[in-house]
């Protein structure tokens, strides 16, 4: 199958920074990437929808300036979680689309845990 | 309504049993169905996708998507401890946005 990888797998940063986060498809070309949000026990909420070469679209509720998404590069997405704080700590997820014909489908990256303090 | 259900478990089975796990849908939009394991801390990661109807079977594993019924299942056969964890059924109309179920927590034990 395919392979999403994203890093830092973990990251703890002091609240007020910015940190972020990486996606990557590393045998296939993305033109689109997601990403997701997880508390714990619950299933994986979408934060926004990202294109390469576009603006991402971001869900109802998330805010564009706090979670700002590049997707510079057809096998590269960023999240950036600007002046952390600690209610923004969570299981953070990626995926990408495969398009194959018959084939596509999504693929999730390991996830990033970000801890912030 | 939710536009998937999928009961949450938790799901406790002996080791070599058949595990079934489903989810129900409300939109017949809905072409692009997905099973996602999903262990503690990590990712979802996907064990088996089906394009409209029909069956598909990955060595222990069957994915069955009946649309008239706007059901699908994944069944496990020969359950291992391995197999531990929980199931999250996915759906889209496009590959665009999906709608998850709750997810099921499954164990199995030797």
Known sequence: ?117 | QKEVEQDPGPLSVPEGAIVSLNCTYSNSAFQYFMWYRQYSRKGPELLMYTYSSGNKEDGRFTAQVDKSSKYISLFIRDSQPSDSATYLCAMSATLGRLYFGRGTQLTVWP
């Open chain 1, 1 to 117: 199958g395919a392979v999403v990888s994203q890093h830092p797998s973990w990251v703890i940063c002091k609240s007020g920074t910015s940190v972020k986060i990486e996606c990557r498809s590393l045998d296939f070309q993305a033109t689109t990437m997601f990403w997701y949000r997880q508390f714990p026990k619950q299933s994986l909420m979408l934060m926004a929808t990202s294109n390469e070469g576009s603006k991402a679209t971001y869900e109802q509720g998330v805010e564009k300036d706090k979670f700002l998404i590049n997707h510079a590069s057809l096998t590269l997405s960023t999240l950036t979680v600007t002046s952390a704080h600690p209610e923004d700590s969570s299981f953070y997820i990626c995926s990408a689309r495969v398009e194959k014909g018959a084939g596509n489908t999504i693929y999730f990256g390991e996830g990033s845990w970000l801890t912030v303090v």
